[in-house]
């Protein structure tokens, strides 16, 4: 190596961080609102139209109340768990030429249907955990 050349060494001397690497470090609220959070995990929220897609990235939480969608310090949506109709897991397109399991999420408010589509890892654990919510049986729960 010449005289005033340095080696880059990634690990230690990149300021640049993936998206990912600031989610693995960013502290998930165990609160909302003064509601416990239930459970949380990482999500894609399908914030488009039936003709066209835009999927947006954040967390999805559970809390006793409602479910609740983050994308960083901005609630893009919650359903209060006594408005929330029956989950589905559907399969739909997300990737080019890729079909996934998602949550097929339905907001009923006065005969208006509302619906949302999540990919979540473990979608079959989160109807559980949902249904487990609505019914009062989860631990730690209150209706």
């Known amino acids: 190596m010449k005289e005033g050349q340095a ?7 990149s300021k640049i961080r993936s998206g990912l690497d600031i989610a693995r470090d960013l ?3 165990s609160e909302i609102e003064g509601e416990k ?3 949380h995990g990482q999500a894609a929220y399908d914030a488009g139209s039936i003709s066209r897609s835009s999927w947006k990235m954040g967390f999805l939480h559970l809390t006793a109340k409602r479910l ?10 919650e359903i209060p768990i006594d ?4 989950p589905q897991i559907v399969n739909r397109k997300w990737v080019p030429g890729k079909l ?8 009923e408010v006065d005969g208006k ?3 949302f589509y999540l990919s979540v890892k473990k979608p079959e654990e989160w109807i559980k955990t949902m249904e ?3 019914t009062g049986e989860s631990s730690g729960v209150t209706k």
């Open 7 to 13: 080696r880059f060494n990634l690990e230690k001397d």
């Open 27 to 29: 502290k998930l609220p």
């Open 37 to 39: 959070v239930l459970t």
């Open 68 to 77: 609740i969608f983050t994308q960083g310090g901005n609630r893009l949506f």
């Open 83 to 86: 408005l929330l109709g029956e």
């Open 100 to 107: 996934v399991q998602q949550l097929r999420l339905i907001k």
């Open 113 to 115: 249907k509302s619906i």
């Open 132 to 134: 487990m919510t609505r």
